[in-house]
C-alpha cells in the first residue's frame, strides 16, 4: 500500500472514530448536550425547525387572483426525406501476381430528417400566480404589531373568512407579506 493513501485512510478512520476518551464526540467521552435549550437536540443532532405559527386577530383577508394571458410558441415538426448514397464494394479473389480485386456500386437509402417551423402552438402562459393573504392585527400578542399581512394557503384562508373581524386566528404562514 502507499504510503500516501495509508495516512489518508488512517486520518479519515480516527476522524470517524474519536481521537481519544478526552474528545465530546468520542464514545468514552463525556459529552454534554449541544443543542438548543428546548429544541430537543443533543449530542450534536440537528434541532428542530423553529415553530413558525403565528396568532392574533384577524383584521383582513385578500385574495390575489391568478393572472394568464395566451402566449405562441413556433410549432416544430420532423420533416424527412429520403436519401440515397452510393457505398463502395470490394472483393479479392487469388494470390500473388493473380490476384484480381474486383470493385462495385450499390445504393443505399436512408432518412435524413430535420426540424422545422410549421406554424405555432398557443399555450397558457402564467402571468401571477395565485395568493391567499391574511392580515393580523396584534400579532403574538404584541399591541403595537398591527396591520401585518401573511400569505397563506387557501384552505387558512377560507377559514380566515368565516371568522367575524377582531376574532383570534392562529396559522403557519408560508411567507410574511402580500
Known sequence: MRPVLAAVLL??????????????????????????????????AEPSPPDRTVSGLRDDTRHVTRKATTGTRPRMVNRCTTRVRKVKHTS?????????????????????????????????????????????DDVGGNSTEDDVWYEVESDVYREATQLKEGAELSFTPLRRGC
Open 11 to 44: 486520518a479519515a478512520l480516527l476522524t470517524a472514530c474519536g481521537s481519544g476518551p478526552d474528545e465530546p464526540d468520542s464514545r468514552g467521552g463525556q459529552a454534554a448536550p449541544t443543542g438548543a435549550v428546548g429544541s430537543g437536540a443533543v449530542g450534536g
Open 92 to 136: 479479392t479473389s487469388g494470390t500473388g501476381r493473380r490476384k484480381r480485386t474486383r470493385t462495385w456500386y450499390s445504393d443505399d437509402s436512408y432518412k435524413d430528417c430535420k426540424k422545422v417551423q410549421q406554424g405555432t402552438t398557443s399555450y397558457t402562459r402564467v402571468v401571477r400566480r395565485a395568493r391567499w393573504c391574511v392580515e393580523l
